[in-house]
């Protein structure tokens, strides 16, 4: 799963040092900002092709992308990939 969290802010902004801690319940809000149908091929961006890669989407999964405001209340390894990501849908 690759997850996008945003750009570094500008240098010109002093931000204050959050001490607020994650929420308790393990819960993050995020915003859905676009869905998108898996892979059909193996062509990649600029002719990078994922050939070597034993990686596969499923044939009816759906791409995410979402935005989580606050990427302090994330964990700081998210990269590792060791982590199981859970969505629950709300109107």
Do not use: C, W
Not at 47 to 73: A, F, H, N, Q, W
Request: glycine share 10%; no cysteine; proline share 13%.
């Amino acid at each position: 799963m690759e997850i996008i969290i945003g750009s570094t802010p500008s240098l010109s902004q002093n931000f204050p040092a959050k001490t607020e801690p994650p929420p308790p319940s393990g819960f993050i809000e995020a915003k859905l900002l676009h869905i998108r149908p898996p892979r059909k091929g193996v062509a990649g961006p600029s002719g990078m092709e994922r050939r070597g890669k034993k990686t596969k989407d499923p044939l009816k999964g759906r791409v995410l992308t979402i935005m989580v405001p606050d990427g302090d209340l994330l964990p700081r390894d998210i990269d590792s990939g060791a982590y199981k990501v859970y969505l629950r849908f709300q109107k």
